[in-house]
């Protein structure tokens, strides 16, 4: 029997998942991927699966942190992102940061030997042609103009939208290792096997202070009145942070909490800037939660005040684009259809998930739930108390609203799954302190999470 084959309209992390997924189930799949043929704002190659922010698929510790219960599910589940981040990982303590010319190689590389995927480069301007009957529509938050105009056309809604600010890229050899120093916060070794796996560059009060000044003075990058959206909280520029507080960036990503200065053990940091290898080589290393919007004739200039930056060279500085979503609570069902055509599928960060495990994730069931359907079978969605289960919750009606107005992308995080009760006490009758119950309870809910998934997986028609 001949099966028609399921349409994916974009080669990003969710797009490439999805793919995935529907091909290993059996099913034929077209990948339709607009670049080279047109480019976007933030996109650097035509590779599927590019990361264009950070390289870091943040913490990978299932029984202590959400993404990291996110990290187990998906490689439970066969993830292609989760098979070639771990084969291109690079040192960065607690989390998962990968090579990211290496790691989108080997996704396009795995792609395109697969017999049931074809890779359509070309551009899908306006909706899919009729005869399409399963697509999915895993355009990101750079989706293009016309299709995204087709889409608003058929929701009646108005899209939401947020700029995504991109950090800047540092050359290793630039930065002074006099001044700063090799070591992960409190020491944690991560799954690449180094405890050291920052670059740290310590500020003291005084030059805290003035750098504050000219992020708050320094000329930024400014939009027209009808781009006047929020931010996302988990990705807001580092001038937007100061504007919101001298001390909101003492409290953020230049935290000096669990880091010992080895230039000078006894005094302690006022802030610390922390730089994360980017590349296989090392040779590349990107500032932690320095997305800004700063104008790049300034920018330089102002990171270079940074103790050990003083003569840092910037591959790549750090810039501004715009993202889109759809309002998902109130246009897609619990299958990831758009309500007002159910042919269509939507997957990735254009459903309202923040962060590239997120969009994957949602990529990854939106492949099965299309695969399952084009079988002519019906795969219900994972329990709530999955992480998976957790982020179609949110993204399909788990907004207090219904999405009427204030639904908002989100990363994974224990509070979107069903709490869990933890002993008070330990075994030996030693009452638990509150940090130690919230660690207990957090390996309880990765626990019941991969039990609860492992049941569903035996359910899935495609597994």
Request: a negative charge.
């Amino acid at each position: 029997m001949t099966i028609s084959p399921v349409h994916v309209i974009g080669g990003g992390l969710a797009g490439s998942e999805a793919s995935w997924q529907i091909a290993q189930a059996g099913v034929p799949v077209v990948l339709h991927e607009m670049r080279p043929v047109r480019g976007t704002d933030a996109h650097q190659t035509e590779a599927l699966a590019e990361l264009v922010c950070s390289n870091s698929f943040r913490a990978d510790d299932w029984t202590g942190n959400a993404v990291g219960l996110l990290h187990a599910e998906m490689r439970a589940m066969g993830s292609i992102i989760m098979a070639c981040g771990d084969a291109h990982q690079v040192p960065a303590g607690g989390a998962l940061a990968v090579d990211r010319d290496g790691f989108s190689a080997a996704v396009t590389a795995r792609l395109e030997a697969h017999p049931l995927i074809t890779i359509a480069r070309e551009e899908i301007a306006g909706l899919p042609p009729e005869s399409w009957d399963n697509v999915i529509v895993a355009t990101g938050p750079l989706t293009s103009p016309a299709l995204a105009q087709a889409i608003q056309g058929l929701t009646g809604e108005d899209q939401l939208s947020f700029f995504d600010a991109i950090a800047p890229i540092v050359s290793l050899d630039s930065i002074d290792m006099d001044i700063a120093w090799r070591q992960s916060r409190y020491d944690k070794v991560g799954p690449g096997g180094d405890a050291a796996a920052y670059i740290n560059c310590p500020m003291d009060k005084a030059q805290y202070e003035a750098f504050i000044d000219a992020l708050l003075t320094g000329p930024k990058t400014e939009f027209k009145d009808w781009e006047n959206v929020p931010y996302f909280d988990g990705c807001l520029p580092i001038e937007v942070m100061a504007e919101r507080g001298r001390e909101t960036l003492r409290h953020g990503p230049m935290k000096p909490v669990g880091l010992t200065n080895e230039h000078n053990p006894q005094e302690k940091a006022w802030a610390v800037v922390q730089l994360r290898q980017d590349n296989a080589l090392g040779t590349l290393w990107n500032m932690v939660g320095f997305q800004t919007k700063l104008k790049h004739g300034v920018q330089a200039d102002i990171f270079r005040t940074i103790p050990g930056l003083e003569k840092a060279v910037f591959p790549r500085l750090g810039g501004l684009h715009r993202n889109t979503f759809i309002n998902s609570p109130r246009v897609l069902d619990g299958q990831l259809r758009l309500r007002a055509a159910p042919r269509l599928r939507f997957a990735g960060q254009v459903t309202g998930v923040e962060g590239y495990v997120e969009s994957a994730a949602v990529g990854l069931l939106a492949g099965r739930f299309a695969a399952a359907e084009r079988l002519g079978r019906t795969l219900e969605a994972p329990p709530a108390t999955t992480a998976h289960g957790a982020l179609i919750g949110h993204i399909t009606g788990g907004h207090l609203d219904g999405g009427k107005g204030s639904f908002q992308p989100m990363n994974i995080n224990y509070g979107l799954m069903p709490s869990v009760e933890v002993d008070k006490r330990a075994e030996d009758g030693r009452r638990l302190g509150s940090k130690e119950k919230g660690r207990n309870k957090k390996r309880l809910v990765g626990e019941r999470a991969l039990a609860d998934l492992a049941s569903w997986l035996g359910s899935d028609p495609a597994a």
